[in-house]
Nanobody, 123 residues
Framework: QVQLVESGGGFVQPGGSLRLSCAAS????????MGWYRQTPGKQRDLVAL???????EYADSVKGRFAISRDNAKNTVDLQMNSLKPEDTAVYYC?????????????????WGQGTQVTVSS
């Protein structure tokens, strides 16, 4: 089993910044992609930012230029620096990791999610 533990959510005024962190632990052989998604009530969970093993990044159009994703492969962590936050960024943010759990099956990957952390942007 793999566990993802998120931290760093909270309340911030518009224009402010927050940094989300996520640490993966457990039966990890190799982590491929790591990312952050967000969800608001009644809507689907959408990609915010993604980073591959080779540090290629992908961002939702709505956060480009404001958010930055980074990862530490040695520590199995992924961070999301969020700047110039807007009320429409308010959501529950979920960490995601695509993980191979066994060296016997190095190309078999599973999708894991964190428990979610609330980010609220409001004046």
């Amino acid at each position: 089993q793999v566990q993802l533990v998120e931290s760093g959510g909270g309340f911030v005024q518009p224009g402010g910044s927050l940094r989300l962190s996520c640490a993966a632990s457990g039966s990890i052989f190799r982590i491929r992609d790591m990312g952050w998604y967000r969800q608001t009530p009644g809507k689907q969970r959408d990609l915010v930012a993604l980073i591959t093993t080779g540090d290629r990044t992908e961002y939702a159009d709505s956060v480009k230029g404001r958010f930055a994703i980074s990862r530490d492969n040695a520590k199995n962590t992924v961070d999301l620096q969020m700047n110039s936050l807007k009320p429409e960024d308010t959501a529950v943010y979920y960490c995601n990791a695509v993980v191979a759990t066994s060296p016997l099956y190095p190309t078999t990957f599973y999708n894991y999610w964190g428990q979610g952390t609330q980010v609220t942007v409001s004046s």
